[in-house]
């Protein structure tokens, strides 16, 4: 192999090395989106649970007053 195919062959193995880097940020990136996006969804799931059994509680309370 000649010095310019030596170069050529370091430089792409180099390029090679970015663009897996990048594309590991990108995914990396959007799992942690879905990932927040699936814990928000399920807090949100939580506090209706929570809303629905105070409500009901309420309403027994006062079925049991009258």
């Not at 030596?6 to 990932?35: E, Y």
């Not at 799931?45 to 006062?62: C, E, G, T, V, W």
């Amino acid at each position: 192999m000649r010095d310019q195919e030596i170069q050529m062959l370091v430089i792409g193995i180099a390029a090679g090395m970015d663009l897996m880097l990048l594309v590991q940020m990108v995914f990396a990136i959007l799992d942690d989106r879905r990932d927040r996006k699936a814990a928000r969804r399920q807090r949100r799931i939580d506090a209706a649970d929570r809303f629905r059994h105070s409500l009901r509680r309420y309403h027994r309370q006062q079925r049991s007053q009258v």
